[in-house]
């Protein structure tokens, strides 16, 4: 098993999720749609994509397509063409009456092409037929086929920012739907997935029947015996000795067991030993490494993607009120019922309908896993990401209860 902290991983770095991988292959054999969700980094694209390599082990089609980086509905078209290219009865299928977008044999073109060349064929007006015949083409296909949409809510957000972006996201939403109805239950199932929430998307535009019928999955973390049964493993493939009771101290340490961070704790306690030519590390060891690695600047960039996100997921108005939240809990521990008043009034001069706002971002908080309700208020239930946030606003984050309502700027985290 290799360490792996970028991408996805599948096969024999892949390691445990065989509840979660059968709850997937049973909805997905019984030709459910899923929507497939948790906290980022969790291991969703690599579950999906090791629950499409095992599929294709026993003579399904598996197509994945990533579309974080779609703008447009005829994007996400394109992109689901693309990945279909090597399929090709299907590519063929499609290719015909498309000749004049593709012009040679769908054999002589890459995918990359294909995909390409059904982009610049497509438009407003021919998207949604196309689209349609796609997946028609998918569900009467002779094999079973599984198609992963990753990322779907990023896109969406994207699409959100355009004037007409709520109508827009309507009319692909409505038209994903009603696709899947009109091909039937052929042997085509569906799988979408993302971090950022598309359940509270839907419920703020006020069209949560737009995604009804897809049959959520959400993935959690590791418990504590499967986060240290995947770091002894990772010890063992990369000749680290590790002393007893290391891995059981990672995961204290982290407080969760997100798979990302395991990695990467495991990764730099790692560096850490080659960089002291040491063939072993001790439990003493990975408290240095948290602090001065894992919270260092190094680690620092791996969590600055966390924030990035939230810009990206949340408004601008709802995106200063999470870095309030989220400091807060940080720093006090803890974002308790008397911080949440405060904060409501603070902002009241500034933001319309604040109480409306605070719940609409502490609901995308919990969803992607920031905090936790629990008795006395919402708290990080990752150690890491709760020390990662308080050394970034420890010196600039004056606590909700100390602040006078004409200060609130003083104490913002910028
Ligand atoms: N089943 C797993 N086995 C081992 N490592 C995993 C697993 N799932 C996730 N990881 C780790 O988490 C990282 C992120 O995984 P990824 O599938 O990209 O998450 P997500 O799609 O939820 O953001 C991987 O690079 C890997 O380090
Ligand atoms: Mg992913």
Not at 79 to 102: M, Q, Y
Not at 226 to 236: H, K, M, N, R, Y
Not at 258 to 270: K, T
């Amino acid at each position: 098993m290799r360490s792996a902290t970028g991408r996805w991983v599948t096969g024999d770095d892949f390691f445990g999720r065989d509840r979660e991988l059968r709850v997937l292959e049973t909805r997905v054999r019984d030709r459910n749609h899923v929507l497939l969700t948790g906290q980022r980094r969790m291991g969703k694209t690599s579950i999906a994509r090791e629950l499409g390599r095992r599929l294709e082990c026993q003579d399904w089609v598996f197509l994945f397509t990533d579309i974080e980086g779609a703008t447009c509905a005829e994007d996400v078209v394109a992109s689901i063409a693309r990945a279909a290219h090597p399929v090709r009865p299907i590519s063929s299928r499609i290719a015909i009456g498309t000749r004049r977008w593709i012009g040679e044999n769908v054999e002589e073109v890459s995918a990359l092409d294909f995909g390409l060349k059904i982009r610049a064929g497509l438009d407003a007006g021919s998207w949604r037929s196309f689209g349609e015949k796609l997946l028609g083409e998918c569900a009467a296909h002779e094999k079973p086929v599984l198609l992963v949409l990753d990322e779907l809510p990023i896109f969406l957000k994207r699409v959100l920012r355009d004037p007409e972006g709520a109508r827009r996201v309507d009319e692909f939403l409505s038209w994903l739907r009603g696709a899947l109805q009109a091909v039937g239950d052929g042997s085509l199932s569906l799988i979408v997935s993302g971090s950022i929430g598309l359940q509270p998307l839907v419920n703020r535009l006020g069209m949560p029947d737009r995604i009804n019928y897809l049959d959520p999955v959400r993935i959690g973390p590791w418990d504590r015996e499967t986060s240290v049964g995947c770091f002894l493993p990772l010890a063992q493939s990369h000749d680290l000795r590790v002393e007893e009771g290391v891995a059981e101290a990672v995961y204290d340490a982290l407080g969760i067991g997100i798979p990302h961070h395991v990695q990467s704790f495991f990764a730099r306690l790692r560096d850490f030993a080659v960089m002291h030519r040491r063939g072993s590390v001790t439990v003493r060891d990975v408290g240095g490494v948290y602090r001065n690695e894992l919270l260092g600047p190094g680690g620092q960039s791996d969590l600055v993607h966390y924030e990035t996100r939230l810009r990206d997921g949340l408004e601008d108005g709802n995106y200063s009120i999470a870095m309030e939240i989220l400091a807060e809990a940080a720093t006090q521990g803890v974002f308790a019922p008397t911080a949440r008043s405060r904060l409501g009034r603070l902002y009241s001069a500034v933001l319309d309908d604040v109480s409306g706002r605070i719940s609409d971002t502490l609901e995308v908080l919990v969803h992607d896993g920031y905090l936790e309700p629990g008795e006395g208020g919402y708290r990080f239930p990752s150690l890491l990401l709760k020390d990662w946030w308080c050394a970034r606003f420890r010196d600039h984050h004056v606590p909700l209860r100390d602040r006078s309502e004409d200060e609130r700027g003083e104490g913002s985290p910028r």
